[in-house]
């Protein structure tokens, strides 16, 4: 059974950095897409950063230049550092990943930014 963990959210103040992180289990050695979601109150699950097996990323505009997504070299694990973060970049942050012609969401983590 494929299950994804994240971990590394918590309070921040506006400026301030995290990472999160996200690790995957019940997948056996194959590439998968990752990407990192978020959903703030009353608002729609809206994507922030993607990459691919072949490691090219995308991102939301609102977050370009401010996050960065990386995978380990086992595809087994994917990260979101997020710098200089704003009150508007609070919300719970889903993990996602692409395997075996599925979606996979982790439980997600809460991300609040104070100003």
């Known amino acids: 059974q494929v299950q994804l963990v994240e971990s590394g959210g918590g309070l921040v103040q506006a400026g301030g950095s995290l990472k999160l992180a996200c690790t995957a289990s019940g997948i056996s050695g194959m590439i998968n897409h990752m990407a990192w979601y978020r959903q703030a109150p009353g608002k729609e699950r809206e994507m922030v950063a993607r990459i691919t097996p072949g490691g090219s990323t995308d991102y939301a505009d609102s977050v370009k230049g401010r996050f960065t997504i990386s995978r380990d070299n086992a595809k087994t694990a994917a990260y979101l550092q997020m710098t200089s973060l704003k009150p508007t970049d609070t919300a719970v942050y889903y993990c996602?990943?692409?395997?075996?012609?599925?979606?996979?969401w982790g439980q997600g983590t809460q991300v609040t930014v104070s100003s």
């Open positions: 996602w990943m692409y395997y075996w012609g599925r979606d996979h």
